[in-house]
């Protein structure tokens, strides 16, 4: 086997791990393989290939990898879940809301939670309002609009 053959086979094994491992981090190995595959077909040796597989990483690290984390895992979009996916949601009072106490509840999507009004008016049982923010395990409501 030639050896920009064994650098090649290692590029495509590298390529199919780095479906089964997260990060890209095999990605830029596998590129890095890929340049030394194709340099080595050009100049005979060790060292030339070498230094390229070397590069070719280096680069693809700072390059590809930055560019696909990016545009696949895009940390601004984080998924929100549990009781931090409840702010916004609109719900209904299911046990009037004191504004005195500021205490009741309200059903949101299915479950009844313990409520608190951000106005100065009492909302009765059947009322809509929407989820403005969640402290603990009370949901800080406003009449929905």
Not at 116 to 130: C, K, Q
């Amino acid at each position: 086997m030639h050896e920009w053959q064994v650098w090649l086979v290692a590029a495509l094994l590298l390529f199919v791990a780095e479906m089964l491992a997260p990060g890209f981090w095999l990605l830029s190995v596998a590129v890095g393989c890929l340049a030394a595959g194709v340099v080595s077909l050009v100049v005979p040796g060790a060292i030339v290939p070498a230094l390229s597989f070397a590069a070719g990483t280096l680069l693809s690290l700072v390059g590809i990898r930055p560019f696909l984390l990016r545009h696949l895992h895009p940390s601004g979009s984080a998924i929100r879940t549990n009781v931090d996916a409840l702010a916004g949601k609109v719900g209904i009072v299911s046990e009037r809301i004191d504004p005195v106490t500021g205490k009741g509840r309200v059903l949101v999507e299915g479950e009844d939670w313990r409520a608190a009004s951000l106005m100065d008016a009492a909302l009765e049982p059947g009322t809509r309002v929407m989820v403005v923010r969640v402290e603990g395990a009370t949901l800080y409501v406003d009449k929905e609009m």
